[in-house]
C-alpha cells in the first residue's frame, strides 16, 4: 500500500440535503473540492486499498461522511452540535471578509481575514478531533473539509 493509496480521488456534495447558493458561494465550493482533491492525506480506519471516494450530507442533524473504494465501504455520521457555534462564526467572518474586499482598506482586510483564518483553524481542528479513531487527516485536508462542512450550511 502507498501512500498515494491514502487520499479521496473524488469528494462529492450531496445535492439534495445541499442549500441553494449564490454563483459566489458555489464557486467556493467547486475550489474547495479541487483543492482537496488536488492534494489530500485521507485514511479511514479499517481502510486497506484507496483512494477513495467521498459523499458529505446532512442527514437528520448530523454530518455523514460517506467513504468508499474498491471492496470498502464506510460511513460515519458526527453530530452538528460541537460544530454549530464555529460554522456559524466562520459563516459571519467570511460574509464580513467579502465586504471588507468590497471597499476597505488593506490593514482593515487583513485584520479580517487574520480572523477568518483563526476560526478556520479551529473548525479544521475540530473536526480532525471529533472524526480520531475513524478518519486520519492531516491538517490541510481538515481545513479543506472544513470549508465543504460550512458550504453544506451556507446559503446565498
Given at each position: 500500500?502507498?501512500?498515494?493509496?491514502?487520499?479521496?480521488?473524488?469528494?462529492?456534495?450531496?445535492?439534495?440535503?445541499?442549500?441553494?447558493?449564490?454563483?459566489?458561494?458555489?464557486?467556493?465550493?467547486?475550489?474547495?473540492?479541487?483543492?482537496?482533491?488536488?492534494?489530500n492525506?485521507?485514511?479511514?480506519?479499517?481502510?486497506?486499498?484507496?483512494?477513495?471516494?467521498?459523499?458529505?450530507?446532512?442527514?437528520d442533524?448530523?454530518?455523514?461522511?460517506?467513504?468508499?473504494?474498491?471492496?470498502?465501504?464506510?460511513?460515519?455520521?458526527?453530530?452538528?452540535?460541537?460544530?454549530?457555534?464555529?460554522?456559524?462564526d466562520?459563516?459571519?467572518?467570511?460574509?464580513?471578509?467579502?465586504?471588507?474586499?468590497?471597499?476597505?482598506?488593506?490593514?482593515?482586510?487583513?485584520?479580517?481575514?487574520?480572523g477568518?483564518?483563526?476560526?478556520h483553524?479551529?473548525?479544521?481542528?475540530?473536526?480532525?478531533?471529533?472524526l480520531?479513531?475513524?478518519?486520519?487527516?492531516?491538517?490541510?485536508?481538515?481545513?479543506?473539509?472544513?470549508?465543504?462542512?460550512?458550504?453544506?450550511?451556507?446559503?446565498?
Amino acid at each position: 500500500m502507498t501512500a498515494q493509496s491514502h487520499r479521496l480521488a473524488s469528494v462529492e456534495l450531496d445535492a439534495a440535503t445541499l442549500p441553494a447558493a449564490s454563483a459566489e458561494i458555489e464557486h467556493e465550493r467547486r475550489v474547495a473540492i479541487f483543492d482537496l482533491v488536488e492534494k489530500n492525506h485521507f485514511v479511514p480506519a479499517g481502510g486497506d486499498e484507496g483512494p477513495y471516494a467521498l459523499k458529505l450530507s446532512l442527514q437528520d442533524s448530523r454530518l455523514v461522511f460517506d467513504i468508499s473504494a474498491p471492496g470498502f465501504s464506510r460511513a460515519h455520521a458526527l453530530s452538528l452540535t460541537p460544530f454549530k457555534k464555529v460554522v456559524r462564526d466562520y459563516i459571519a467572518i467570511c460574509d464580513s471578509y467579502y465586504e471588507a474586499l468590497r471597499g476597505s482598506s488593506p490593514s482593515q482586510i487583513e485584520a479580517v481575514d487574520m480572523g477568518r483564518r483563526g476560526l478556520h483553524n479551529e473548525g479544521a481542528e475540530l473536526l480532525r478531533e471529533r472524526l480520531a479513531g475513524k478518519i486520519e487527516l492531516d491538517h490541510e485536508t481538515s481545513r479543506r473539509l472544513f470549508t465543504l462542512v460550512t458550504a453544506l450550511h451556507r446559503r446565498g
